[in-house]
């Protein structure tokens, strides 16, 4: 009965993360990209667009010389906000979204790097300059908790014309 319930949740998970990949959109133009590095981790945000969306690749690196392990508090990895030019909320990520309600870990070998992708529309928006703030919402290390939010941080502004 463990294996059946470990199984279904494993096939949740796997279902959320689908779902939620942009990767097949297409994209053009100029876009952005901001990062933060400590010693032991490197988070980079980039991003490209075109006149209807843009595309967001968060990349997280371990560089340290052994195995470590983000832990998350729930199925959801990272956070997205998107503020028009008046400083006003046009876009989160989490907003609308179910994330399961478990610590999901995320084990990353030594060097090892790995990217998330979203991808936010853009039609409905004004032109102007835009901020958008990405986190990954890392709850612990190696399950020691984190207390460094700069080091999964990064904004950027997105031009939109």
């Known amino acids: ?31 952005g990209s901001d990062s933060v590095t400590n010693s032991a981790w490197s988070f980079e945000t980039k991003t490209t667009q075109d006149e ?3 595309l967001v690749q968060m990349t997280v690196t371990n560089q340290q010389e052994s195995q470590s392990t983000l832990d998350f508090a729930s199925g959801q ?3 997205m ?4 030019p008046n400083g006003e ?9 179910m994330f399961s309600m478990a610590i999901m870990q995320e084990a990353f070998e030594a060097g090892e790097s790995k990217t998330f992708e979203e991808v936010i529309a853009l039609d409905k928006l004004d032109k102007g300059t835009y901020t ?26 997105i031009i939109i014309d």
């Open 52 to 54: 209807k969306e843009l």
């Open 1 to 31: 009965m463990k294996k059946m319930g470990l199984f279904l949740l494993t096939l949740f998970v796997v279902f959320l993360f689908a779902c939620g990949q942009g990767g097949d959109s297409p994209t053009q133009g100029e876009g």
């Open 81 to 84: 906000v998107l503020t028009d």
């Open 89 to 97: 909320e046009v876009y989160r990520f989490s907003e609308g979204r």
């Open 77 to 79: 990895l990272y956070e």
């Open 132 to 157: 958008l703030d990405v986190q990954l919402v890392v709850m612990a290390v190696d399950n020691e908790e984190w207390m460094d939010e700069e080091t999964f941080q990064n904004r950027l502004d």
